[in-house]
């Protein structure tokens, strides 16, 4: 059996192969237009905009509107004015992103501390359509 493997990878088929065995062809890869394709939605007059929640204005709650003072903003704005708000009163440790909350923060939020990063996620209940 070894001979016969031997005596086969030694043959003139397998140094030389023919042109067909050189040039595989496979199957392409999806492109990016592909992928855009698959996001048209169903009657394809308008592509999905990502990211299209955060355009949408909602109306704020009484205890967010405490701090922002805007009875609509969309979430994006609401979290940076968040931020902004915490800046400003020194309520955020430096080498830390947590920040300590003032009594309207603790009003809006219901905590003691506050993850900077977890801001987008705690505003949601004080957003409504």
Not at 83 to 97: A, F, G, P, T
Request: aromatic content about 6%.
């Amino acid at each position: 059996m070894a001979a016969l493997i031997r005596i086969c990878l030694s043959s003139a088929f397998f140094r030389n192969p023919p042109s067909s065995f050189t040039r595989l062809s496979l199957p392409a890869l999806p492109t990016r237009r592909d992928w855009l394709s698959l996001s048209v939605r169903a009657n394809n007059d308008t592509r999905r905009v990502p990211g299209q929640a955060q355009l949408i204005k909602m109306k704020t709650k009484p205890e967010l509107r405490a701090i922002i003072g805007v009875p609509e903003i969309t979430s994006e704005e609401a979290a940076q004015r968040i931020r902004d708000y915490i800046i400003q009163n020194n309520l955020k440790n430096r080498n830390d992103s947590v920040a300590i909350c003032d009594e309207k923060l603790k009003k809006l939020f219901g905590k003691e501390c506050v993850d900077m990063f977890d801001i987008p996620e705690l505003l949601i209940p004080h957003l409504e359509k």
